[in-house]
């Protein structure tokens, strides 16, 4: 767990997810792990099974947006991006005059979801990543024009329940879902190409797997928790002439390396594109 993460069993206001799958369900996962009651949370969901599921974690599930944010003092955007528009239309009138606007939506820009929401309602633009369902989600936040430092304060106070938070200018946020808020799927997909590696090589596929994992936590707490730049962690466990430089050579000859600031830099223009 992030260190000196709030608790949030004290929270006194209410948080209601417009949308709560895959992102904004581990966002509020993350926030009922830490504490929150779930009665001070309203969730919506296009799917009945949806639903279900979070009434069954003692979370009030409905289908009517504009009706779960009655009285909320944060509103959490978890839908997708080409439907954040159409909810903020649904919810505007609905909106209660302290509530809080936190989209979680890649490349919707502050400029469009405070034209939705309506004159001076407080927006905070946010970057996420599903880690969050554990506690460590990254988290890059932007304020609109009507939030101000004590309301974006509450926000990133949320967040730290569940993960690291940075505040950014808003140009950086498409390069941000480009790196952090896509990068997990990267991740993921580095663990599932060396487990194969090892299945390859004649490892059985759990214990493959087990390595692959238990690797990219201990890799990730090491670059996380000391102040040694990547390039140099990476040294350290490439000795002269041994086995991990022929590894790294076979990927330098593939350019792996660049091919990931590439991945970068597609995911990031793609960000921008789907805001418009
Ligand atoms: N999945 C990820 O790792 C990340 C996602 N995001 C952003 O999070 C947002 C949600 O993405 P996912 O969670 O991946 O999508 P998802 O499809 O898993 O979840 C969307 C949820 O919205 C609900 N929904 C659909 N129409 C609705 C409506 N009219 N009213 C209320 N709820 C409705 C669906 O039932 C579903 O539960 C997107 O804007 C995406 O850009 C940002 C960073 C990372
Ligand atoms: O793939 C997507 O569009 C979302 C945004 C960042 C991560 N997942």
Redesign the pocket.
């Known amino acids: 767990m992030t260190t000196d993460a709030p608790d949030l069993s004290d929270f006194t206001g209410t948080v209601t997810f417009?949308?709560?799958?895959?992102?904004?369900?581990?966002v509020l996962d993350g926030f009922l792990a830490a504490g929150l009651p779930p009665e001070r949370v309203r969730v919506?969901?296009?799917?009945e099974r949806?639903r279900a599921r979070w009434e069954e974690r003692g979370v009030s599930a409905g289908?009517d947006?504009a009706e779960a944010v009655r009285g909320a003092d944060v509103v959490v955007?978890?839908?997708?991006?080409h439907?954040?528009a159409?909810?903020l239309d649904e919810v505007r009138d609905a909106l209660g005059d302290d509530a809080i606007v936190v989209s979680?939506?890649?490349?919707?820009t502050l400029e469009t979801l405070e034209g939705r929401a309506g004159a001076g309602v407080p927006v905070v633009r946010v970057?996420?990543?599903?880690p969050a369902l554990v506690g460590e989600g990254m988290f890059v936040l932007t304020g609109g024009h009507d939030c101000s430092e004590e309301q974006l304060g509450r926000v990133v106070d949320l967040l730290r329940s569940c993960g690291e938070t940075e505040v950014v200018p808003e140009k950086w946020q498409d390069a941000a879902?480009g790196v952090s808020?896509?990068g997990?799927?990267y991740v993921f997909y580095v663990a599932d190409a060396l487990a194969e590696g090892g299945v390859f090589e004649g490892l059985p596929r759990d214990l493959a797997v087990r390595l692959a994992a238990q690797t990219l936590l201990g890799a990730g707490r090491m670059l996380v928790e000391s102040d040694t730049p990547a390039a140099t962690l990476r040294e350290q466990v490439t000795s002269p002439g041994g086995s991990t430089a022929a590894a790294l050579r076979v990927l330098d000859e593939g350019a792996v390396r660049h091919r990931f600031s590439a991945a970068v830099s597609a995911a990031t223009r793609r960000a921008g594109e789907?805001g418009g």
């Not at 417009?18 to 581990?26: C, D």
């Not at 919506?44 to 799917?47: D, L, M, Q, S």
């Not at 955007?77 to 991006?81: A, E």
């Open positions: 417009l949308g709560a799958g895959a992102m904004g369900g581990a919506t969901a296009a799917r949806t289908a947006n955007l978890g839908v997708k991006p439907l954040v159409d909810v979680l939506a890649a490349g919707i970057m996420p990543n599903t879902s808020g896509s997990p799927a789907m």
